[in-house]
């Protein structure tokens, strides 16, 4: 019975890596794309999360690999050397595989019909799924992608992912979408399918510049001191934060944010 049982969610999986691909496959490059080389462990480390994490290159064009995190080993137990996409996406529970799927879709759609095209280059994508780690057991993963380059057509080419484990903020995947604004963009938090992200919640570089000293335990006078504005401006800030986010106070919030990779 147990055989039985893996068989069929391996083959839930295959067929909606599939439907994945398809869903790639409507803005893949038509030719590959070189870009300057640059330190990505310097760019990993300014935007990842508290966490054990590992990351990877995907050229769109042929959904090969590069630049791959030797910690995907310790995560996954899938060597660096010989791991491909599928192998990756072979890790995601199947119950989060339709998720996955329609989250890639609705982003999409959210940058042509909401922010434009024109401007994903200054946005990082995030949402969580459940993976199967080394020792077989499911654990919660936060997904962040950040595009590195474009073809002619403005076509993804490149794209920086990261997988961050966030078991120690909870278990439970919120099946929400976030994206990231970047360059002065706003942010955009609490995307759901359900609603085709129109019940988003929208946050000013300002406020996330806030919430990220929240975070790290400012006080309302020390953030006024280092964004040049007053304590009482904080104050309200952060009284209009914990409205749009719907947080009962602060310690929500920080979870919030941090399960959908805001900080």
Not at 47 to 61: Q, V
């Amino acid at each position: 019975m147990l055989y039985l049982l893996q068989t069929t969610n391996l083959e839930k999986n295959l067929n909606s890596i599939e439907k994945l691909h398809e869903v790639w496959s409507v803005s893949r490059p038509t030719h590959l794309i070189t870009f300057d080389q640059i330190n990505f462990d310097d760019l990993v480390n300014s935007i990842i999360s508290s966490g054990p994490f590992y990351y990877y290159i995907i050229d769109f064009f042929d959904l090969s690999l590069s630049n791959i995190s030797s910690n995907i080993y310790n995560i996954h137990g899938l060597k660096p050397e010989t791991v491909a996409l599928n192998h990756i996406l072979e890790t995601i529970h199947p119950d989060d595989m339709e998720f996955v799927i329609k989250a890639e879709a609705l982003i999409t759609k959210f940058f042509q019909e909401i922010i434009g095209k024109d401007k994903i280059l200054n946005y990082k994508m995030n949402y969580s799924f459940r993976s199967k780690g080394k020792n077989g057991e499911y654990m919660l993963l936060n997904h962040q992608a950040l595009l590195l380059s474009l073809d002619e057509h403005g076509n993804s080419a490149k794209s920086l992912n990261i997988h961050t484990q966030i078991d120690h903020l909870s278990n439970h995947n919120t099946y929400k979408i976030s994206l990231i604004g970047l360059n002065g963009e706003p942010s955009y938090m609490n995307l759901s399918l359900d609603d085709d992200g129109k019940n988003k919640i929208e946050f000013s570089k300002r406020e996330i510049d806030i919430i990220r000293l929240i975070s790290d335990g400012e006080s309302n006078e020390q953030i006024g001191h280092k964004l040049a504005i007053s304590p009482l401006t904080v104050k309200k800030h952060r009284s209009n934060i914990l409205d749009k986010s719907e947080c009962i106070n602060t310690a929500q919030l920080i979870k919030n944010c941090m399960q959908q990779g805001i900080i």
